[in-house]
């Protein structure tokens, strides 16, 4: 069964603070994704990567940055927190074929105070 | 442009209802489509995809290309089904790894 773990499921920061969340998979897939999803707005993609060091901007990158160094490790970063990022951040992970679907972590609710 | 509409936000049943959620796509070529279900405290996980043409949990969902819908139906809900769902489509165009999403439907099933 496909394992995607992110690391926090809660976090508060604070406002200017940068804040790193770390999404880990562990079936060696090769697309990985950032999203938030917040009421009414459904899923927005922030970032995705297909494969270790490659990188494309979703719908929604500003404020975020992302590295991908290793295979199974996708970190999104909060250069600078700002309180209108606060919101629920799902990662996810799939194989390069578009018929397998991607699966999810639990998701993490960040605050930024 | 690609788009993902879920009409209704919020579609509110009683158990044993018929329900069907309503899915419309705009896509050029031929998509991939796919139910997303998110339970209460749960994660986001795959109910169905087209290409499988399967019955999962009793729903099934059928691809019109005609009308360009995707619409996600059981004929007998149970209060189990409450959730959000999330309506999916992938392009088959080069190389497109992305999914378009719908703003979602929250189906609450009344006992």
């Known amino acids: 069964d496909v394992k995607v773990t992110q690391s926090s499921r809660y976090l508060v920061k604070r406002t200017g603070e940068k804040v790193f969340l770390e999404c880990v998979q562990d079936?060696?897939?090769?697309?990985m994704f950032w999203y938030r999803q917040d009421p009414g707005l459904g899923l927005r993609l922030i970032y995705f990567s297909y494969d270790v060091k490659m990188k494309e901007k979703g719908d929604i990158p500003e404020g975020y940055s992302v590295s991908r160094e290793k295979k199974e490790r996708f970190s999104l970063i909060l250069e600078s927190a700002s309180t209108n990022q606060t919101s629920m951040y799902l990662c996810?992970?799939?194989?390069?074929?578009?018929?397998?679907?991607?699966?999810f972590g639990d998701g993490t609710r960040l605050s930024i105070l | 442009a690609q788009r993902v509409t879920q009409p209704e936000k919020l579609l509110s049943v009683f158990k044993g209802a018929p329900v069907e959620l309503k899915c419309n796509y705009s896509?050029?070529?031929?998509?991939?489509l796919f139910w997303y279900v998110q339970y209460s405290r749960q994660r986001l996980q795959l109910l169905l995809r087209h290409i499988s043409r399967e019955s999962i949990k009793g729903f099934t969902a059928d691809l019109n290309k005609g009308e360009t819908s995707f619409h996600l139906k059981k004929p007998f809900a149970q209060e189990e089904d409450s959730a959000m769902y999330y309506c999916?489509?992938?392009?088959?165009?080069?190389?497109?790894?992305?999914?378009?999403w719908g703003l979602g439907t929250s189906l609450a099933v009344n006992p």
């Open positions: 996810a992970s799939s194989l390069v074929d578009g018929n397998q679907p991607q699966h």
């Open positions: 079936m060696d897939h090769e697309n």
């Open positions: 999916a489509l992938r392009g088959s165009a080069g190389n497109n790894r992305k999914l378009i």
């Open positions: 896509y050029s070529g031929s998509p991939e």
